[in-house]
């Protein structure tokens, strides 16, 4: 069955520095997400991606952080100047349309910023 | 807006029943169930479309009630496998990109 890959699955970094992480969608879906969950909390969405640009995104989803599609396959998020409140698990999501559709969740990115 | 779950918590033995709900204070287009283990993706559980109907899959079925803009989750006989927080993602018609705003989540734990 086809689903959600992101790589990698744990990221050590310091405050400051740039991150970047990936996401492989289910390859005949056309709307990307990124959401994030900060430990013991509910998932809350930052961004999401449709047709090369970005469709919506929250508050969260500041000057710091971005998101692009490379290539055909890999999606990403960039955290530009990381911060320790960007500790968090990333999950990355993909569905085939835009509404009333299931969105599959990769299995997660663990970001810790120290 | 996030959605408001109840319980916040709730603790079976193994077998029994549970219902979990979900309310919004906006309409909705649908209605989206996951449960997450500790440490893992939320898995997706059933998507509730608008029309009232109710879905089902195994002993786990879900209803959504547009007017009253609320959704359950009815967990039956439950089994060890169910425990994990429930999360339900709810879709409303005035966001473009139809992001899933999540409530808190409402944690079961099925005991032997």
């Known amino acids: 069955e086809p689903e959600v890959t992101q790589t990698p699955s744990h990221q050590v970094t310091q405050m400051g520095q740039e991150v970047i992480l990936r996401c492989v969608p289910i390859s005949n879906h056309l709307y990307f997400y990124w959401y994030r969950q900060i430990l013991g909390q509910k998932v809350e969405f930052l961004v999401s991606f449709y047709n090369n640009e970005i469709s919506e995104k929250s508050e969260i989803f500041d000057d710091q952080f971005s998101v692009e599609r490379p290539d055909g396959s890999n999606f990403t998020l960039k955290i530009r100047s990381t911060k320790l409140e960007d500790s968090a698990m990333y999950f990355c999501a993909s569905r085939w349309g835009q509404s009333q559709e299931t969105q599959y969740f990769g299995p997660g990115t663990r970001l810790l910023v120290l | 807006q996030q959605p408001v779950q109840s319980p916040q918590a709730v603790i079976l033995r193994e077998g029994e029943d549970a219902v979990i709900n979900c309310s919004s204070s906006?309409?909705?287009?649908?209605v989206h169930w996951y449960r997450q283990k500790h440490g893992e993706a939320p898995v997706f559980l059933m998507i509730l479309l608008k029309g009232g109907e109710q879905k089902g899959h195994d002993k786990i079925s879900a209803s959504f009630n547009e007017k009253k803009q609320q959704s359950s989750l009815y967990l039956t006989a439950s089994q060890l496998s169910y425990s994990g927080t429930y999360f339900c993602?709810?879709?409303?018609?005035?966001?473009?990109?139809?992001?899933?705003?999540f409530g808190e989540g409402t944690q079961l734990t099925v005991n032997p």
């Open positions: 906006k309409a909705l287009y649908s």
């Open positions: 993602g709810t879709e409303d018609p005035e966001t473009s990109g139809s992001r899933l705003t």
